[in-house]
């Protein structure tokens, strides 16, 4: 039973510039979640996608956008990349109840340089 | 707003002994759930223990006990017979919303010693 995949593993990328990073859920998982971990803090929620929607939003920019496929992969796009962008990238999948456990992925580590 | 509190940034264990990890949190639902999570130098975050609030009882996988105190809002992690695959930051949570975002503490690093 395949877990969370992320990918990239690593991306550098320079101030400006746009990226996307992927994410296919643990099977049978139907909602993604997406947060931005920086160095030596917490996870911070970004959004959600349930049934191709975002269904929830944290406190992030329009400049963090995603999308989620028919086979509930989900993709996290980040437009005009800032400094401060760069950070750990998790996808945890879950199966869209409240309170469902979120299973993570190994995450992207995106450095802006 | 919702918080999450581990009042311990570092933590140190010997090898084969017990630590607590200390959490503490802010609601004001009456059922909810509540999460230990562990984070090794690979990065990805792995779920070590999961509290549902309206059960008295609490959660034990393995090595791993909780301890829940509702009514203190306290949320502690007790690890017995440590091993050096331990070692790890260790994150707690709380989901919340219509999505159950989570929303986590600062985190516990934790160091095993022989």
């Known amino acids: 039973d395949a877990g969370v995949t992320q990918s990239p593993t690593h991306l550098i990328k320079t101030r400006g510039q746009q990226v996307t990073l992927r994410c296919s859920p643990k099977s049978g998982h139907d909602t993604v979640s997406w947060y931005q971990q920086a160095l030596g803090q917490g996870p911070q929620f970004i959004f959600q996608y349930y049934e191709e929607e975002e269904r929830q939003r944290g406190n992030f920019p329009d400049r963090f956008s995603g999308h989620q496929f028919p086979n509930y992969s989900s993709e996290l796009n980040v437009n005009a990349l800032l400094l401060g962008d760069s950070a750990l990238y998790l996808c945890?999948?879950?199966?869209?109840?409240?309170?469902?456990?979120?299973?993570f992925g190994p995450g992207t580590r995106l450095t802006v340089l | 707003a919702q918080t999450v509190t581990q009042s311990q940034p570092e933590m140190s264990v010997q090898e084969a002994e017990t630590v607590t990890l200390s959490c503490t949190y802010d609601t004001s639902e009456s059922d909810y759930y509540l999460f230990w999570y562990k984070q090794p130098p690979s990065r990805q975050m792995i779920l070590v223990i999961r509290q549902e609030a309206y059960k008295q009882q609490n959660a034990t996988e393995n090595r791993f006990s909780v301890n829940f105190q509702k009514a203190a809002k306290s949320f502690s992690l007790k690890i017995s017979d440590s091993q050096l695959g331990d070692a790890a930051m260790y994150f707690c949570?709380?989901?919340?919303?219509?999505?159950?975002?989570?929303?986590f503490g600062t985190g516990t690093r934790l160091q095993v010693t022989l």
């Open positions: 949570a709380y989901p919340t919303g219509t999505a159950s975002k989570l929303t």
């Open positions: 945890a999948s879950s199966g869209g109840q409240n309170w469902d456990t979120q299973y």
